[in-house]
């Protein structure tokens, strides 16, 4: 079983940046495929990143992102990030970090292990 911490948000102005931290221990961390996802006030969870197993040599980004996010994993630290650049206030939403026993997945039914979510605010 994997526990998973995320930490990093916050409030910040349109155009600045973040970068989220997922740190998780209980179990062996470059066995799973990781991801991001968010949920916006009033909104379904969706999809933002997703990073697949071991060295993560493959990505995934929700087209609302690309360009702006990257994911990334530190195996060694047991961490997974979110760089989150040039921020909108549409990417205003609290953010989840998952865990896939699957590799490189995008929907959050096939992630098992969820974090508590950290808060991104993007206002003036």
């Known amino acids: 079983q994997a526990q998973l911490v995320e930490s990093g948000g916050g409030l910040v102005q349109p155009g600045g940046s973040l970068r989220l931290s997922c740190v998780a221990s209980g179990r062996s961390f470059n066995a799973y495929s990781m991801g991001w996802f968010r949920q916006p006030p009033g909104k379904d969870r969706e999809m933002v990143a997703a990073?697949?197993?071991?060295?993560?040599?493959?990505?995934e980004y929700a087209d609302s992102v690309k360009g702006r996010f990257t994911i990334s994993r530190d195996n060694a630290k047991d961490t997974l990030y979110l760089q989150m650049n040039n921020l909108k206030s549409e990417d205003t939403a609290v953010y989840f970090c998952?865990?896939?026993?699957?590799?490189?997945?995008?929907?959050?039914?096939?992630?098992?292990?969820w974090g508590q979510g950290t808060q991104v605010t993007v206002s003036s």
């Open positions: 990073i697949s197993r071991g060295g993560g040599t493959v990505t």
């Open positions: 998952a865990a896939s026993g699957w590799d490189l997945r995008v929907r959050a039914e096939d992630y098992r292990y």
